[in-house]
C-alpha cells in the first residue's frame, strides 16, 4: 500500500518540479527581453538604421553577428533596439485595458443590478467584433502608426478582462466579511483598495501576462501590413513583412530572426502566465 503511494506521488512530484523549473526559465526570458526592451539602444552594437550599401546582405561575421538586410543595416541591433518598440505597444494594450477592465468589474459586481446587465450587454458588443480586424480598420481610416491601433485593441482587450474578473469579484463581494466591513461603517472605496483588489490581484497579473503575447501578436500584425510602425522603426513585425521579398530570393534572415523573437517572447509570456495560474490561483490544468 505504501509502496504503491509512494510510486504514485513521485511522478506527480518530478511533474511539479519540471513545471516550476518550465516557469523559472520563461521569466528569465520575460526579464531578458524587459531588459532589452529598457536599454536595446546602449546595447546595440552598430547604429540600427544605419545604412551601408558596401555590406547588403552580408553573412554572419564577427562584425555583423547575424548579417545585413537588404539595405545592410544589422540585422542585431536592429532586433536588439526593436524590441523597445514591440514590447512597449502592447504593454500600452495591456495597461489600458486591464486598469478599465478591473475598474468596471469591480463596479459591475459591488452594485448589480441594471448597471451590471448594461457593462454584461456592452462587454458582449465589444468582444463581438474582432479585434486585430477593428485596429486594422481604425488604422486604415485615421491614417498609419501605433496610436489608433493601441487605442481599438485597448477596447477590444477590454471584455477578455473584465469578464473574468467580474466572476471573481461578485464571489468576492458575497463573502461575509465584505457585510461586516459595511456592517461597520468602512467606506467604499477602502472595501476596494484593502480588501478586494488585494483579493483579485492575482487573478488580473495572470490574464494580463497570458493576454500580452495575444497583444504582441496584433501589434506585430498591424505593423507587418504596414499600418502600425513605419520605415525606418525595427519593430519586429515591420521588420518581418520588409524581409518578405526576399525570403523567395533565398535570404530569408530578417523576416526569420524577427519571427523567432516574436515567437520566443510569445511563448514565454504563455508558459509564464500558466505557471502564475498555478501558482497563484491553484490551477492544476
Not at 498591424?222 to 530570393?249: H, R, T
Request: with cysteine.
Amino acid at each position: 500500500m505504501t509502496t504503491s503511494l509512494l510510486t504514485r506521488t513521485a511522478p506527480k512530484r518530478r511533474v511539479g518540479r519540471s513545471r516550476d523549473h518550465l516557469t523559472l526559465g520563461a521569466g528569465c526570458v520575460v526579464a531578458l527581453f524587459v531588459l532589452l526592451a529598457a536599454f536595446g539602444p546602449l546595447l546595440a552594437p552598430h547604429d540600427p538604421n544605419a545604412v551601408d550599401p558596401m555590406n547588403v546582405y552580408v553573412g554572419p561575421s564577427t562584425t555583423h553577428l547575424l548579417g545585413t538586410d537588404d539595405t545592410g543595416r544589422d540585422l542585431l541591433s536592429r532586433l536588439i533596439a526593436g524590441t523597445r518598440t514591440s514590447l512597449t505597444a502592447p504593454a500600452v494594450v495591456i495597461a489600458v485595458s486591464t486598469t478599465l477592465g478591473t475598474l468596471l468589474a469591480l463596479t459591475a459586481a459591488w452594485f448589480g443590478g441594471w448597471l451590471d446587465r448594461f457593462v454584461s450587454g456592452a462587454l458582449d458588443i465589444v468582444f463581438g467584433f474582432p479585434g486585430l480586424i477593428v485596429a486594422v480598420l481604425v488604422a486604415a481610416v485615421f491614417g498609419a502608426g501605433l496610436t489608433a491601433p493601441i487605442v481599438a485593441l485597448s477596447i477590444a482587450y477590454l471584455p477578455l478582462i473584465t469578464r473574468v474578473v467580474r466572476s471573481a469579484a461578485i464571489k468576492e463581494r458575497n463573502l461575509p466579511y465584505v457585510s461586516a466591513l459595511q456592517l461597520l461603517g468602512a467606506p467604499t472605496a477602502r472595501i476596494w483598495l484593502r480588501h478586494l483588489l488585494p483579493n483579485l490581484l492575482p487573478l488580473v497579473l495572470v490574464q494580463a501576462t497570458i493576454g500580452f503575447g495575444y497583444a504582441l501578436l496584433d501589434v506585430a500584425a498591424i505593423s507587418f501590413l504596414g499600418l502600425g510602425s513605419q520605415p525606418p522603426d525595427p519593430e519586429w513585425g515591420l521588420m518581418v513583412a520588409n524581409g518578405a521579398p526576399s525570403i523567395l530570393a533565398g535570404r530569408p534572415q530578417q523576416s526569420l530572426y524577427a519571427g523567432i523573437a516574436i515567437l520566443i517572447v510569445v511563448v514565454a509570456f504563455n508558459l509564464l502566465g500558466t505557471g502564475l495560474s498555478r501558482r497563484l490561483l491553484g490551477e492544476h490544468a
